[in-house]
C-alpha cells in the first residue's frame, strides 16, 4: 500500500545504467537538447513555483539531485539563484552545459559530494523512484540542507492509478519504487523534515496551454510534490528493510 519495489536492483547496476544507457532513444543515447522551447517553458514554470512555495530568495543555494540535462538548474540561474546540479549520465551533463548551466558535477548522489549543511534548498524531481536507498537519499539530503533549508521532492504517485493503463504509466521497468501521499506524510517526519505542503498533481493538459506536449509533473500521470523543512539534524530512524 504504502511503497512498491520493482524487481532487485544493486547500486552497480543502477550506476550503469543511469550512467551510460539512460535516455536511448532507437537505440542511441540523446540528450534532450533538440526539444529547448518545451523543457524550457517546463523548468521555468517548475522553478517559479519552486521559489513561491518556498518562498527562495535570491542568491540562496539551491541543488537540483538528478538535474538530466539541466534545464531546472537553468532556470534557477534566470532567477537569481546559486544554482547546482548533480547527475550520473555524462550525456545529460554534456547538454546541460551547452545550454549554460554554470555548476552541475557528473556523478552519483552522496553524502561526499558536498559539505554538510551547504544549501538553502534541494530539488529532486522524478528521481527518488530510480534510487536504490531512499533512506539513505533522504539522509544525505538532510546532511547537505541548511537548518530551516527547503526541500522539494516530486516523484510518480501511486494514488493516481485507477486502471492497468495507468499502472503502466506509474510503474515503470526502471522505477525501483513507486510512492503514496501516505508514505510522505508517515516517514519525512523521521528524517527531521517538517511537511508544509502537498501538491497531488494529475495531468490535465487544458490547465497549461502555454506549455506543449509535456506534463508539468512529469510523464506519469502528474505526480505528488512535497514541500518540507529541515528542522533538525536525521538521527537514523527505522524503514523498512529494502528502503
Known sequence: KIVFQNFPHTENSLNNHYGKYYRRESGAEFTRVHDKESYRLRNEHRAKQIVKVGKLQKSMKIL????????????????GMDAYGIEPSQKMVEGAKQIGVQN????????????????????????MEHMLSIKQTLRVMNAHLKLQGQLSLSVPCVD??????????????????????????????KYGFDIYEIQLNQFDANTHPEIPAICLNGDHLGGIFVFAKKLKVETSPKLPHCL
Open 160 to 189: 493516481h492509478i485507477k486502471n492497468s493503463k495507468d499502472q503502466e504509466l506509474v510503474l515503470l521497468f526502471d522505477h525501483v519504487y513507486c510512492f503514496t501521499k501516505e508514505w510522505f506524510v508517515l516517514n519525512l517526519p
Open 104 to 127: 552541475i558535477q557528473c556523478r552519483p548522489y552522496n553524502k561526499q559530494c558536498f559539505e554538510e549543511a551547504n544549501f538553502d534548498a534541494i530539488h529532486c524531481f522524478h528521481v
Open 64 to 79: 537540483d539531485v538528478g538535474a538530466a540535462d539541466g534545464w531546472l538548474c537553468l532556470a534557477m540561474q534566470k532567477l
